[in-house]
């Protein structure tokens, strides 16, 4: 009897405990299964962290707008780039643009672009239906000086219209600096209706030097009807609030008859008689227009 209990029990003992029937009959010993399903873990975390990490939603928008000249005229052959961050410049190339295109016509309207832009992100705005961001555009044109603008607010998944963007020109006057033409005409004092050519005409502007000399001088001849125009320039840093983008300025205006064979007319025919005057000019004008001036030929002929 003792001899069949011992032989059951190195039989039980010999039966193998490490493995499972699995079906078809494959026998699979319990450590290698819980190193499988150790292993199916890590995966399954190294997967979701490698999601979280590296993947989002691919969004996608359209931008248009405008690139004009201070006048509200349209540019066309502007190259627009789009950066998702500010670039240093507007053509910069490291970190490069995400997209970029040129300005054109479109109905008639000139400077138009409209570019289409993909980005990536973990979590939208408003979930996976859509996202909201910025974005900026580098601006660049061979005769204007290139713009950075943020363009705030960009919606996906619709036509998104943004702001024009300016471009100056570099030949431009800086802000704070005014300009005018300043028209004036030198005339027989016997007949206002004929100009008299050759005669000097000197425009002083801007700031007393502190030496009763003008800080800039312009000068022009007569013209064979008599007129000239002086295109003259004055910088303005404080210009009157009520002016808008207007300034005003008192230039010293010469006439120099040395050359010619005239003289200043005297007061018997009734005429106006100077050979300088202070005249107000604006750049509100164009041109400003300011009185004659009057001579006549020498010893009175």
Known sequence: ?????????????????????????????????RCLRYALGTLILLG??????GCGYVYRTTIEGFIEDPDGAGINDATVRVYEEEPDEPDQDSPGPIVRTQTATSGGNLGYYSTTVLWEERFGDYGTE??????????????????????????????????????????????????????????????????????????KAGEDDGNGLMEDEYRERTG??????????????????DE??????????????????FEFADAENGTQIRTRADVEVTSDQAVNRIGDFYVERENGD
Do not use: C
Request: glycine letters at 8%.
């Open 244 to 261: 808008g983008e207007e300034s005003e300025i008192t230039i010293e205006v010469e006439a120099d008859t040395s050359d010619t064979d």
């Open 224 to 241: 064979d009807d008599g007129f000239v125009n002086i295109g003259i320039e004055w910088n303005d840093d404080e210009p009157d609030p």
């Open 130 to 203: 859509a996202d909201r961001r910025d974005f900026y555009l580098g601006v660049t044109h061979d005769d204007f000086e290139g713009k950075i603008a943020k363009i705030p607010d960009i919606v996906s998944d619709q036509t998104n219209r943004v702001s024009s963007v300016v471009l100056t020109d570099p030949d431009a006057p800086e802000e704070g600096d005014y300009g005018t033409i300043v028209r004036t005409r030198v005339v027989r004092d016997d007949d206002p209706d004929e100009g008299v050519p050759g005669v000097r005409i000197t425009i």
């Open 1 to 33: 009897m003792r001899e069949k209990m011992n032989a059951r029990y190195w039989e039980s003992n010999r039966r193998p405990r490490s493995k499972e029937t699995r079906p078809g009959g494959v026998s699979v010993p319990l450590s290698a299964r």
């Open 48 to 53: 979701t962290l490698g999601l979280l990490a």
